[in-house]
């Protein structure tokens, strides 16, 4: 057994703990391993934890291991692959995001950190209009660029119009889960889910038995999010999941498109509202997507003309430092501290030495890209 991914595992096993807090954990601990050894009062002492938590931890640990190990079984029986958050295979798009799961599980033989990646969410009722346009957004899409990647949430509606198109379209297509991959849900959707993994894959962060509770999908909705370039709503309601999908591109300073609608068309209510709300971009064909995101070949071009040369003297560490933030074009602190191995302590005046310098700029968040 792999002693490193049942650590790795039975971190997220404990309850009150969360991404945020497991992150800041290996950030100053260093090793995933040792935060199972640490004693009480070292744990406490690091940003997000304190005295109960850190008591938390311990009394919990035991029961932790037991459930990763249980749970390694099973991913290795269905040939499942655990992404662990500094794993190279991680979808470093999500990467960038504050609250993105420390380790999410992955079954299917498409790239996560493909060139080009859309999010595709709408209401489960969607109509004929809504159903129409989405199939024809694809299809203009596909057309243009067959490597682009379709994530979605297999739910009823849009989401599984925007992944049998991509199926049809020949596109690859992620379904983001929000339970565990020892079931699908709906079940009506599980003969699309398996032609989904020969040409793409099912994603998420929970392990098995997990059930399909309602918060599980508020939750997976910021995987579909962050995982993607911008995120495109074609039908909603006033209120509802792809809504909220929206909201956290939003908050991730990611594009954000919308179909309009008639006025009177209750589920062209919400894509309505966010264009009037200046909260995203209005979408009649695909190429209003392309010229947004860049996806035209003029535009192409013009980027890669646009690439920079540093002539600034670095340190060894900074450059390393630069090497890792080109390699993922952005970076987010903690994937910095484990990376170069020092604790954010140490690493956050060196960061900010190099934003004197002008060789990188801080973004919200506390990630870092190249300038």
């Known amino acids: 057994m792999d002693n490193k991914l049942l650590y790795q595992i039975a971190i997220t096993q404990i309850k009150g703990l969360g991404s945020i807090n497991s992150k800041n954990l290996l950030a100053y601990v260093g090793d995933i391993e040792e935060i199972f050894h640490q004693k009480s009062h070292i744990l406490q002492k690091i940003p997000g934890i304190g005295i109960l938590l850190s008591k938390s931890i311990l009394e919990q640990k035991d029961a932790a291991l037991e459930k990763a190990t249980k749970e390694i079984q099973f991913i290795t029986k269905h040939g499942i692959t655990p992404l662990f958050y500094t794993d190279k295979n991680y979808p470093e798009r999500l990467k960038e995001c504050p609250d993105a799961p420390i380790l999410l599980y992955y079954k299917g033989n498409t790239n996560l950190n493909t060139q080009k990646t859309l999010a595709i969410v709408g209401t489960r009722n969607a ?37 049998k198109e991509a199926l049809h379209m020949h596109l690859p297509t992620v379904a983001v889960l929000g339970h565990g991959l020892d079931r699908i849900y709906p079940a009506q959707h599980a003969t699309i889910a398996k032609k989904i993994l020969t040409s793409g894959g099912l994603l998420t962060e929970f392990p098995s038995e997990t059930n ?5 999908f508020v939750r997976r909705n910021r995987i579909i999010a962050g995982t993607t370039d911008a995120t495109l709503i074609v039908e909603s309601a006033a209120r509802g999941g792809a809504i909220i999908t929206t909201e956290i591109a939003n908050s991730y300073n990611r594009d954000v498109f919308a179909v309009p609608g008639k006025c009177t068309d209750e589920w062209s209510v919400g894509c309505n509202n966010l264009i009037k709300q200046h909260k995203a971009a209005l979408v009649n064909s695909a190429s209003d997507i392309e010229y947004i995101m860049g996806w035209t070949k003029e535009q192409t071009s013009q980027k890669i003309e646009q690439q920079q040369s540093l002539f600034v003297d670095l340190s060894d560490t900074e450059q390393e430092i630069i090497t890792i933030i080109k390699q993922n074009k952005v970076v987010h602190i903690d994937v910095l501290a484990i990376k170069i191995s020092k604790s954010i302590k140490d690493l956050s005046p060196i960061l900010l030495s190099m934003e004197f310098k002008g060789v990188i700029k801080c973004l919200p968040g506390n990630i870092y890209s190249v300038v």
């Open 127 to 163: 109509t004929e209009y809504g159903k129409t346009m989405c199939t024809q957004l694809i299809k203009e899409l596909a057309n243009n660029h067959p490597d682009l990647c379709i994530i979605s949430g297999l739910a009823y509606g849009i989401d599984i119009c925007a992944h």
């Open 212 to 216: 399909a509770d309602k918060p599980n």
